[in-house]
């Protein structure tokens, strides 16, 4: 099959791309982006293409974009062109050439690059006073969500419990509403410290990462467990790695590449977590879905404003505390990821892929919610591939 053997060549030129950038941009001094490189999974036993300098990989990327315009399926065809495309872009700026800000995010993710409008914003404010004063809380808005998150918060001593518990219940859910094949999927819990994320799946050596440095909510640990495990990255991962096994998918299902037009569907998928399981919906659970997906946008936000507008990151920083409600610790790791040359594009794939992951899966009848799983987990795709479904 055509595809199955361009996916081997995109695979090597992959790699060796991420040799290359390893060798020369690799370092940034945020030790754990510099270990992901470009590649920050690779389950495939390719070998990788040896490249002495960028002009070659891109040269090896037109071809292969000229021969993957030839492939009969429609979806994967419309895929490999974005996903070569933005592997393009993404060696243009590892070359040398400087990219204006928006033009990386469109380059690389192929999602919209405007920023959210403030009166999108004051819409979420709006929702999430009303459904913190229904449940009671008094005062300013601001007020009002800290008295929630202190009567909600899981203490800083029970968190690895509390996250072992949750993810067996994820799990179960996901076992049975979607894979079975997750039930025997075991995931450690681990509490790190000064990193720039909130939690971070390790695939691989079968761990989530926690920010022991940031207060959680019951529900925001609810929504961590459903992005990084279950049914979000480990799920995603482990599906994908069956299917290569079996040799039902192409090589690069193999792979997790930063910055690209896959990376906004490998988020949303994460990202809609929750919606796919139905987990115990509650009032708690639709406030911190309003809170999150204003935590969402700032963090997009706080990066259109450092490098498309010309702000201060002391700017941004006020902006994160203002409007999503960000404590010290929280501002100080969100400014990290969005000040990271690498990372703060990559920024956009959270809501963009929420975005988009949502927009397709609210459209479908509950009968079509199996078929879609399959599509979603199974295939690469992007935020405009994912609406081809059907």
């Not at 071809?63 to 009969?72: E, Q, V």
């Not at 509950?366 to 987990?377: A, I, K, R, T, V």
Request: hydrophobic share 40%.
């Amino acid at each position: 099959m055509l595809d199955l053997q361009l996916s081997e060549t995109y695979c090597r030129i992959v790699l060796g791309m991420d040799n290359l950038y390893r060798s020369g941009k690799g370092s940034t001094g945020e030790a754990s982006f510099d270990r992901e490189g470009l590649v920050p999974i690779n389950l495939t036993e390719v070998a990788a293409n040896p490249y002495a300098d960028w002009s070659e990989v891109r040269d090896d990327l037109r071809k292969l974009l000229g021969d993957y315009a030839k492939i009969s399926d429609e979806v994967r065809r419309n895929y490999m062109q974005q996903q070569i495309g933005s592997i393009d872009s993404l060696a243009r700026w590892c070359s040398g050439t400087d990219l204006p800000f928006r033009e990386k995010v469109r380059g690389f993710l192929y999602v919209n690059e405007n920023p959210v409008t403030y009166a999108e914003q004051a819409r979420l404010h709006a929702l999430l006073d009303k459904v913190l004063t229904q449940r009671g809380y008094k005062g300013a808005l601001h007020q009002k969500v800290a008295a929630w998150e202190a009567e909600r918060r899981v203490p800083a001593n029970e968190l690895e419990s509390v996250l072992r518990e949750m993810l067996a219940t994820s799990r179960a859910l996901v076992a049975e509403r979607m894979f079975p094949q997750v039930a025997d999927v075991e995931v450690a819990p681990v509490l790190v410290y000064g990193v720039p994320y909130n939690a971070y799946c390790d695939y691989v050596n079968g761990k989530m990462y926690l920010n022991g440095d940031l207060a959680y909510t019951y529900e925001g640990l609810k929504h961590l467990v459903t992005h990084e495990c279950f049914p979000g990255h480990t799920t995603h991962m482990y599906i994908r790695e069956l299917g290569l096994k079996a040799g039902e998918l192409p090589l690069d299902a193999g792979l997790v590449i930063t910055n690209t037009a896959s990376s906004s569907v490998f988020e949303g998928i994460a990202d809609n977590g929750m919606r796919f399981i139905s987990w115990a919906y509650t009032t708690d659970d639709h406030i911190y879905e309003i809170y999150q997906q204003i935590r969402s946008i700032s963090g997009m936000n706080a990066a259109h404003m450092i490098h498309a507008e010309g702000k201060t990151v002391e700017e941004a920083g006020l902006y994160l505390k203002e409007f999503a409600f960000g404590e010290e610790n929280w501002v100080a790791s969100r400014l990290r990821f969005v000040t990271h040359s690498l990372r703060a594009p990559f920024i956009f794939s959270y809501w963009r892929g929420n975005e988009a992951v949502h927009e397709a899966y609210s459209r479908l009848a509950p009968s079509e919610h199996q078929p879609f799983f399959q599509f979603l987990y199974k295939r690469m795709l992007s935020a405009d591939t994912v609406k081809q479904f059907g």
